[in-house]
């Protein structure tokens, strides 16, 4: 009998679990230190890739660590790698007056 009711809860649950226990092989028994582990490494690895990249990974996850990867992000701008007509920003800082300014971000792609 299926504990949940729903095969695809079921599948993702025990996935689930066996990711974790995997964990706590190298961490200990401590399922709440495996899950936050889990989860720093997921968004971590989120937040460094591309939006196209994270979401090429997070169909490979399972549906319950799916949910962990995504928990709390939010979509950034996508940011043009070089000058061109249609996207203009410095990464490189300015002065002004003598004085040395902070880097400035790259603005939004204006391309599509």
């Known amino acids: 009998m ?3 009711g729903l095969e695809v809860f079921d599948k993702t649950l025990q996935t689930t679990n066996i990711w974790l226990n995997e964990i706590g092989e190298t961490l ?3 399922r709440q230190r495996c899950y936050q582990a889990l989860r720093a490494v997921l ?3 989120r937040d460094r890739l591309s939006v196209e ?3 090429h990974v997070s169909a490979q ?3 319950l ?3 962990i990867f995504y928990d709390g992000w ?3 701008p996508r940011w043009c790698a070089a000058r061109t ?3 203009s920003g410095s990464r490189r800082g300015s002065t002004a007056a003598g004085r040395s300014m902070p880097p400035t971000p790259p603005a939004p792609c204006s391309r599509s």
């Open 2 to 4: 299926s504990a949940t």
């Open 85 to 87: 007509s249609s996207c």
């Open 65 to 67: 660590v799916r949910g």
């Open 74 to 76: 939010r979509a950034r």
């Open 53 to 55: 990249s994270a979401a």
């Open 43 to 45: 968004q971590t690895l």
């Open 61 to 63: 996850l399972p549906m």
């Open 28 to 30: 200990g028994p401590d």
